[in-house]
């Protein structure tokens, strides 16, 4: 069952480690006897949480003051296999951080990425598959380099899954010098404030695009998932144009969701959207066009006008308290 | 290999040049018309590209990052660095009629295949041939999209990044940057030279004015091969991609589901199914 040690990029989020971590290590420890979280942070605040859930030892770096994630932790992991560490795979997340750390370790070992990864297997190597034309097909690419097999997974590809494991034991992994590199700082972090659940964490997720007509309709989204309990979300189209934050956009270049309910309000149904929420299990969809290819993906489709059925819909869900 | 100049080069290059003048190197990538449906070339598992190809909507965004920089400095110059197939221009042309004012374009059959690492291999060493103090880029192609080449750019060229940036402003030497976050923002100074990529949306991209696409067709294009850049053919391609195709599946489809017309009483057969669902 074993290809070897597996490396997975650890990343922090609120409150401990970011759900994408989570997720790899259940995967690699389907494939190895032997997970390793590496985190460019102190180990010792994600110990406990990554061994329950598969790594038997953390390499942590130490607080990176400042210095962005790319090129220290690139620069440390490739120091560490340098010095002798031999990771047959290494996990990492499709993050702002993730893709950073993946794009500078690459160059550093002088081989590829392989990105967008929604599976991995062994055979007889390891074999990522990769979504293309909006999950239509799939790509099915086999690392043949001799060199660690360097995978960006997408967030939701695998089931997180707490293996019952104790704290890690954490070992030191020092960040070299990395000249001009290393020379970028953060000043200031600013946390965008945000109410209910998290659209990648959210149990139903209410989305609204173009065929909300204007900004202000937007607010028909926000009460329907402020009545549903639900996170809103947004086609890129309305996040472009400005009426919400790009935190909100789902699709390729947003987030990825898979909720138990999705309810696409005024969305065509991109390729590059449905790639961000088709996985999720049930989809409803409202859009005047009937043949909007959203439909193609939806459990209950309703032909009809937003600005009517919406508001229909509060007013129901209001009557019933 | 390419020969770099080493970092300490590029900074006693670039010590006491003041931000008078910015050349700014962007990252342009040249695509099918992502309106066309995609498709894989049998034969090769690459995407096909026997179509003119148009500029990159995602670069347009750089483009005009890099016009608004070099005017806020006062004056400067925008390179575009572009590889692809062909000889292709159409892309650079749109660029160029936005404002840019020369453009450097790696055209080469042995280029074909080249996975990200090999790309950026090739782009590094064309944007090191304009000496920019910034080099642009998108967050990632729309066609490709494994969003890993400005950094590895960077990283051959020995330069700092900043990576999804939502607002770049130029100061004394050094960038300071909006960088999108899981949770919001944070601010990032970084030195110049050094990369940066762009999200979009950042900035309204112009449309290219009549003028600016007549005066378009006589601004300098360079067309270089590997050779020229000194690059070894073994080391970019598909020769140097370390990865194989193993198979190209379909996706199985979801299953069809009910579609309703609007007569005035849908919303309560999403009420029912909300209720079905247990989600109230
Ligand atoms: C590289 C790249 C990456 C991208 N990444 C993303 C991404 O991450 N996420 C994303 O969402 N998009 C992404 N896109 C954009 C995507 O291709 C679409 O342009 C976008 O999703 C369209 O948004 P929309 O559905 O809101 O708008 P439109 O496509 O304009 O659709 C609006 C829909 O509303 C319907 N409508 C209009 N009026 C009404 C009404 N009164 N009642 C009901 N329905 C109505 C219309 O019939 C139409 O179907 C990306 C594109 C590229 C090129
Ligand atoms: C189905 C499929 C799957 C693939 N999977 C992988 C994979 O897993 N790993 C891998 O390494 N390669 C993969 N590739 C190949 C990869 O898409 C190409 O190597 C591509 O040339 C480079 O990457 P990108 O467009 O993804 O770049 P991105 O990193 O997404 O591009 C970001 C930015 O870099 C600049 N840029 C990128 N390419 C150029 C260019 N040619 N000219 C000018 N500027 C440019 C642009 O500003 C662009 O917006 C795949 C290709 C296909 C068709």
Redesign the interface.
Known sequence: MSVGTIWVLAEAAEGGVASITNEMLAKARQLSDDVVAVFGGDGAAIAEQVGAHGAGSVLATGDLGGALPGPSIAGAMAAAIAGGAAPAAILIGTTYSGRDVAGRLSVKLDAPVITNIVDLADEGGLVGTEPIFGGASNVKTKFTSDKPGIFLIRPKSFEAEATGGGAAAVNALEVPDLGATGTAVVTNSFVEASEGPKLDEAAVVVSGGRGLGESDKYELIESLASKLGAAPGASRAIVDAGWVPYSYQVGQTGKVVKPDVYIAAGISGATQHLVGMKGSKTIIAINKDAEAPIFGVADLGIVGDVHKVLPQLLEALAARG | MVEFHS?AA??IGHKGRKLTAMKVAVCVKQIPDPAD??A?DEAT?CLKRDTKLILDESDSYGVEMALQLVDAAGGGEVVLISMAPNSEVNGLRTALAMGADQAILVSDDALAGS???GT?KVLAAAIQRAEPDLVLAA??SSDG????????I???M???????A?SIVAADGSVNVQ?????????????LP?LVSV???VVEPRYPSFKGIMAAKSKPVDEVTIADLGIDAGSVGWAG???????????PA?E???????D?E??????S??DE?K??
């Open positions: 970092p590029w900074e449906p995609g894989l598992k996975d990200a690492l950026a967050t990632e999209y494994t969003g890993t080449v400005p950094e590895q960077a990283e051959i020995g330069l700092p990044s900043v990576t999804f939502k960088r999108q976050t899981e949770a919001g923002y944070d601010d990032v100074t970084c030195p050094c999200t979009a949306g991609a370390g990865q194989e195709i193993v198979a190209v599946e379909e996706a979801r069809a589901g009910e579609i309703i017309e609007d005035g849908a919303y309560q057969r999403i009420v199914f909300l669902l989600v109230i």
